[in-house]
């Protein structure tokens, strides 16, 4: 190891024990399984939204055969929230075969953890030096960017070449006697210090050897080369009630949101009047020659996703007789709250202060 990589471990570790007071709730934990739930709710996820999630699976489900026993809508909707509900989905299924295949004992290799539903190499190298101090590092969009700056690299993080290059550069740092200590040292580094936005240069002890510092470039590194195509949803719920019941229907696959639930929904291409929606094959479809009335329409609600931006309204309507609505089933005002909605459905029912009083 040439003498930038010794001066660059030595000081992470140093800021580390001297100055990193950055509190999470599995910091320093060794319980394999607390650690792989809090990398997977931590996926995507900021880390002051995370924390209630993680503890209240925690006294859920204080061990994985608590969890792989668990009924899965139960698991969703303590899920609720969250987002990017695949998480949700494969942790269910990693922890039915961890109890199945393992006796409900977390592997402690990382090839075998590496193989788990839902875990990749970021992951994987977290649990293996956290759970078992295993030498292998992670790399994830802090330490991408720490690794960047301070090698001043202008290879794009997001390229496979980059992948390969920071990949390897970090394990070559890594400290290998003690790697867990230094992984969580240098993400929390770059979450604290090498920030994205206005990371504080002034603070930083790396600073007298960081190529990005002295050559003028933290404000352009790292360099990403792939820009998110993003495209528009409008989504028009409908919730149908009729003798203290609403109507609902759990979401297939293939698409977002999946395994949740939601109202009778009917799909536009674009901003649609609800008069104009009524005369939709698809409303007709559904209602038929149901009598109905329209009670309320709600303000327009918008979410964005990673690769979408859904907009939509909800419109109340008051079924005049008992009715089927096919691909739905009607539930109770007590069911409705134990049932888990997407974000943007739940939105609205915030906004209704939905209770055990329906809408």
């Known amino acids: 190891m040439d003498d930038t990589y010794k001066f660059f471990t030595k000081q992470l570790l140093q800021w580390n024990n001297k100055t990193n007071d950055r509190p999470m709730p599995w910091k320093g934990e ?10 997977i709710i931590l996926q995507q996820t900021r880390v002051e939204q995370g924390w209630d999630y993680y503890n209240r ?13 668990a009924p899965e809508t139960k698991v969703f909707k303590l899920w609720e929230g969250l987002g990017y509900y695949t998480r949700c989905k494969n942790l269910i299924a990693t922890a039915k075969l961890i109890t199945k295949e393992y006796g409900g004992k977390f592997p402690g290799n990382y090839e075998a953890i590496l193989n788990l539903k839902g875990v990749g190499p970021y992951t994987a190298a977290a649990i293996a030096s956290f759970a078992y101090n295993l030498p292998y590092a992670v790399v994830d969009g802090n330490v991408f960017r720490v690794l960047s700056r301070f090698f001043a690299n202008s290879i794009a993080i997001d390229s496979t070449e ?6 390897t550069l970090a394990n070559e740092l890594l400290d290998k006697k003690q790697p867990g200590i230094y992984n969580q040292a240098l993400m929390d580094f770059g979450a604290v210090v090498c920030k994205p936005k206005q990371p504080l240069c002034k603070q930083c002890p790396l600073q007298s050897s ?5 050559k003028g470039l933290v404000e352009v590194l790292p360099v990403k080369e792939k820009k998110i195509t993003q495209k528009t949803r409008w989504l028009f719920y409908f919730i149908i009630e009729h003798e203290g019941k609403v109507f609902v229907r759990k979401r297939g696959v293939k698409d977002i949101w999946e395994n949740l639930y939601e109202f009778v929904l009917i799909e536009s291409a674009e901003a649609t009047e609800v008069a104009q929606l009524q005369k939709l094959p698809a ?32 419109i109340t309507l008051q079924l005049k ?24 459905i739940t939105s609205y029912l915030k906004d209704k202060n939905v209770s055990l009083n329906l809408l």
């Not at 060794?30 to 990398?39: A, G, T």
């Not at 960081?210 to 002295?214: D, K, P, S, T």
């Not at 109905?292 to 979408?308: C, D, E, N, P």
């Open 30 to 39: 060794k319980d394999p399984y607390k650690i792989w739930l809090s990398e």
């Open 57 to 69: 699976f925690i006294v859920a489900f204080p061990t994985i055969d608590k969890l792989a026993k």
């Open 162 to 167: 980059g992948k390969k290059l920071f990949t």
């Open 210 to 214: 960081c190529g990005a510092y002295l």
């Open 283 to 314: 409303f007709k479809k559904l209602l038929g020659k149901n009598g109905f009335t329209v009670a309320t329409i709600s303000r327009l609600y918008s979410q964005k996703l990673t690769h979408q931006t859904i907009h939509g309204q909800f």
């Open 321 to 344: 007789k008992t009715a089927q609505i096919e691909g739905y089933e009607p539930v109770t005002q007590k069911e409705l709250l134990t049932l888990p909605f997407p974000k943007f």
